[in-house]
């Protein structure tokens, strides 16, 4: 039975760095709206379990983060067809018959970031994508349900920018990593999936001289959330995105899911959210 008090939250192992319920929470204390949406704690061996028991909890769906998102794929009772694609549920509703409906936001997260941080972005020309994880699978399959013709797909290790061509069954192709640069030459957009240029680790090694200035960079990395890759590349006439977007907007869909109002994605949002 879905609890008249909407109760909602995020599912991982460790959670507590999520943002989740920071951002959450701030369009419920905006909207008025009574709910609750709070960290759950989960360790994989737990995972069946603690899904199974949501509908009677009261909740009316979670959010699934790091390192459950594979997992859950198999443990819902339906699956969108692009969390089939994307290999991944980030998003689980709890319908009226207590059933668990799995869907994937990510993709959509990128896109609407990306639309709204550089609308002048060409879906027509090439893309390069660096990495070949689960985050470069999600911003891939958004990109090619947006209309990319081409999108050249460049990992430290070969072998996962080929499997992932496969598998995500567009027009992609693998790229070595000593050619990243040249695979530059022409594209209207470059996206780094990876963790590299995150603070404290290690940065992303690539030279912009190849690409051309009206292209857009992107990185999914938000923390620092201007990274060496698009502060270099601001330096030298780039549109950029930072990766803060890409959180907030996949955020909506399941927000509108349980609490019931479609949520804005504003200056204010991500001052709060980044706010520490």
Known sequence: MVSSIPLAGVMGWPVEHSLSPKLHGFWLREMGIKGHYVPLTVQPTDLA???????????????????????????????????QKIGAVNTITVEEDGSLHGTNTDAFGFIENLKARAPEWDVGRPIVIIGAGGAARAVCVGLLEAGATEIRICNRTRSRSESLTREIQGNCIGVDWADRM???????????????????????????????HHAVVSDIVYVPLETRLLAAAKLRGNTVVDG??????????????????????????????MNE
């Open 49 to 83: 379990r603690a899904l199974w028991s949501l509908p009677a909890l009261g909740f009316r769906g979670v959010n699934i983060t790091v390192p459950h998102k594979e997992h859950v794929i198999n443990l819902v009772d339906n699956v969108t067809p692009i969390a």
């Open 244 to 273: 803060l977007g890409m959180l907030l907007y996949q955020a909506q869909p399941g927000f509108y899911s349980w609490f019931g109002q479609k949520p804005a994605v504003t200056s204010g949002l991500r001052a709060h959210v």
């Open 182 to 212: 040249e695979a530059c030459e022409e594209v209207g957009l470059l996206v780094n999936t990876t963790s590299l240029g995150m603070h404290g680790g290690e940065p992303l090694s690539i030279n912009l001289d190849r690409l051309p």
